[in-house]
């Protein structure tokens, strides 16, 4: 059974600025657009379609660093990526571009899908999830096969590597592809994880998607994750790059800085991210926020073994490793 129209979910917005609830527009689209907000009168427009709920204080920083992450996206060639491909993601297909990343993350995708979702799912109710760092959109478009309703926020609008791209997988009800047997709904907005426009305890579900690292602060942000979780909800960490030894973890951000100025003119930091984890930072920021972790590790094989190993030497330091984080209350 597909999902009717009438079924996608009404999300409990409330503004970024003032933290006033918020009553959707008329507007059929992605997200209908918020009406201006009752508590400080700010107005809500668009950006490729899609209701733009990123705080007022924080926009021009925020998009700068929109702005740049496409920039460094496209050039690595990600803008290349068909429609057919996009849905199939997060396994690629023979033209994927950096196809060796992607299969990282359907390993990550289906450690957390056997391990943690579905047994959630297997009480036969939907879950709200909420996608945060969503991209192009494969996460929720996934989640949505498995009967969630997720909703899908990033900073990025970018029709090719950002949440423009994820309008290519749904419909204007929220509905995926047509031949795709879902029912769940994805819904599309832009917003910053740090300043969620969302009412408290609202979702069964919080996935950083690849996204965590570039948080500025990992307390702020794992309480904003918190404050929106349901009692009984999971938070997830995907994809973010965790070392046991944080002078490694600084190294290879150091890098990362270096190369973009080199090859950009940029480096790529307008939020001041903190770039890389270890499971100590996470914990610390985990219990003031009232969250535990436990961890779940992928298994990529022998090839993957090796790349890190050959890393290891030719760099003289650890490589990142991506377990999958859960969290639940404590």
Partial sequence: MTMKADDRPRWPWRCPDCGAALEEGDGGTFLPCPLPCTGCGRPFTRE???????PAAAKARLQRFADEYAAVRRA??????????????PWPGPQTPLAWEWL?????????????????????AALRALDLGAGVGWLSHRLAWEGCHALALDVCADRHVGLGAARQL?????RVAD???ATGSVTLAIADFNHLPL???????VVFNAALHYSPNLSTSLAEAARVLAPQGLVVVL???????????????????????KRFGFASDALGSVDYLTRGDLAQAGLAAGLRWRYLIPHHGWRWTLRRAWRR???????????VALAERL
Avoid: N
């Avoid at 490729?48 to 990123?54: H, Q, S, T, Y």
């Avoid at 690595?76 to 993601?89: M, N, Q, S, Y």
């Avoid at 359907?106 to 959630?120: G, I, M, N, V």
């Fill in 104 to 124: 990282i993350r359907a390993k990550s995708y289906e450690t957390f899908l056997d391990h943690a979702l579905r047994p959630r799912l297997a009480g036969g």
């Fill in 199 to 205: 009412a408290d305890s609202s979702f069964d579900l």
């Fill in 313 to 323: 030497r030719r760099l003289g330091r650890e490589s990142a490793a991506f377990p």
């Fill in 170 to 174: 749904v419909d204007l009800q929220g």
């Fill in 179 to 181: 031949d795709d047997p």
């Fill in 76 to 89: 690595e060639g990600r803008d290349a990526i068909a429609v057919a491909d996009l849905r199939a993601l």
């Fill in 239 to 261: 994809d973010s790059p965790f070392y046991e030894d944080a002078a490694a973890g600084r190294a290879m951000a150091a890098e990362r800085r270096a190369g973009f100025m």
């Fill in 48 to 54: 490729e379609g899609l209701a733009d709920l990123r």
